[in-house]
């Protein structure tokens, strides 16, 4: 029973996906996916079923498809982090290994029906070194595409940090647990786990799958891939942030130092006088098109002058504008909350975070301290 609810929630969500409004390649990937892993669970079923007794030719569902589930998981990730790589054909390279391994069975599927029934009820004997031989290459694969994944994941997450100032939504974090959950069933593969518990928990991670990618919104679709007076946040004691700049990527920039400083100018000037950081989905495209600059002399400037990311720096003013607005009494009606909305934040747990990685307090500790500076 629970092989034929895997198969139904597999093509109810790849169904949900396909059709959902505004959907986009990755979401392709993702609906195909999931109508895969329904064909694969419905190939394991027909094993334990007794159905690929009299239909023998099932046994080509779970041959070739046990190696798509890698690939898919790789080209959905990338489709969400990397959409212009697909504008060439070469994606399709990744199907040759599952198509060499339906070929690698013909041998056996022209065998006398009889012949191929004995050797699925006697788990393949006969062919042991096959087996052994799909089962370690099955691994290779899988262990192939979950660390080339978690590399796509890893680099999605460094890049978003220079282009978004929210990251909610973006940062595939669901993903990495999705990931970690996929990097374990390979290596249960690997040391011969047992099937059944193997496709058992599959409708976990159906669930886990439909629910997030449903959800998921695109990032890089609008994106070019290549009260007291804000000027005391300009000038004030910066609130110090750890972060690794790679100055080597401008290396070769084209961007001086006298022009940097005037970009830099520009900049305060225009959040000091239209306040952009409280733009909740500002983008560094967003400001870059804002000052009439390509986005990576924007980023550059952040980076080398402010010493900081391009998310960083507009959270740091949105903290700053924080402080100003939660010291003021007749802000105290409302909650910290609703002023971090005010500030640009579009969640509790985004401010809350960045709160403290900015200030080492949470935000009523930090009232508390400015309320007992104030009694003394």
């Known amino acids: 029973m629970q092989y034929i609810i895997g198969i139904f929630i597999a093509?109810?969500?790849?169904?949900?996906?396909?059709?959902?409004?505004?959907?986009?390649?990755?979401?392709?990937?993702?609906?195909?996916?999931?109508?895969?892993?329904?064909?694969?669970?419905?190939?394991?079923?027909?094993?334990?079923?007794?159905?690929?007794?009299?239909?023998?030719?099932?046994?080509?569902?779970?041959?070739?498809?046990?190696?798509?589930?890698?690939?898919?998981?790789?080209?959905?990730?990338?489709?969400?982090?990397?959409?212009?790589?697909?504008?060439?054909?070469?994606?399709?390279?990744?199907?040759?290994?599952?198509?060499?391994?339906?070929?690698?069975?013909?041998?056996?599927?022209?065998?006398?029906?009889?012949?191929?029934?004995?050797?699925?009820?006697?788990?393949?004997?006969?062919?042991?070194n096959y087996m052994l031989d799909w089962t370690i290459l099955l691994g290779i694969s899988g262990v192939i595409y979950v660390i080339s994944?978690?590399?796509?994941?890893?680099?999605?997450?460094?890049?978003?940090?220079?282009?978004?100032?929210?990251?909610?939504?973006?940062?595939?974090?669901?993903?990495?647990?999705?990931?970690?959950?996929?990097?374990?069933?390979?290596?249960?593969?690997?040391?011969?786990?047992?099937?059944k518990w193997i496709f058992s928990t599959s409708t976990v991670l159906l669930i886990f799958i439909g629910f997030f990618g449903i959800r998921q919104v695109g990032i890089f679709t609008d994106q070019n891939v290549e009260i007291e007076s804000i000027d005391e946040l300009i000038i004030e004691e910066p609130i110090v942030i750890e972060t690794r700049i790679e100055k080597k990527k401008y290396a070769k920039s084209s961007l001086n130092e006298d022009t940097a400083k005037d970009i830099h100018r520009k900049l305060q000037h225009l959040m000091i006088t239209e306040r952009l950081f409280t733009e909740p989905e500002l983008t560094l495209t967003d400001l870059a098109t804002r000052l009439g600059i390509h986005p990576n002399y924007l980023s550059q400037v952040i980076n080398d002058l402010e010493g900081v990311n391009f998310y960083d720096y507009i959270n740091t003013l949105r903290i700053q504008e924080f402080k100003i607005l939660v010291s003021l009494p007749e802000n105290k009606k409302y909650t910290f909350l609703s002023l971090a909305y005010e500030c640009g934040f579009n969640s509790k747990s985004a401010f809350n975070r960045f709160f403290k990685k900015a200030t080492n307090l949470s935000p009523s500790e930090y009232l508390k301290n400015i309320n007992k500076q104030y009694s003394e």
């Open 11 to 128: 093509f109810f969500l790849a169904v949900l996906i396909l059709t959902k409004k505004g959907s986009n390649r990755a979401d392709v990937f993702l609906g195909v996916w999931l109508i895969v892993i329904g064909i694969h669970i419905f190939g394991y079923y027909s094993f334990v079923s007794g159905i690929i007794y009299t239909i023998p030719n099932l046994m080509w569902l779970n041959l070739p498809y046990a190696f798509v589930h890698g690939p898919m998981l790789y080209l959905y990730t990338e489709a969400l982090t990397n959409p212009e790589r697909f504008k060439s054909k070469r994606w399709l390279l990744h199907f040759v290994l599952p198509i060499l391994i339906s070929f690698s069975a013909f041998p056996v599927m022209f065998l006398p029906e009889n012949v191929r029934i004995m050797i699925y009820k006697n788990n393949g004997r006969g062919y042991e």
């Open 149 to 195: 994944t978690y590399i796509l994941l890893f680099k999605h997450k460094k890049r978003i940090l220079n282009q978004f100032s929210n990251q909610e939504k973006i940062n595939l974090n669901w993903l990495r647990f999705l990931l970690y959950g996929m990097g374990i069933t390979w290596v249960i593969i690997i040391l011969g786990g047992s099937d």
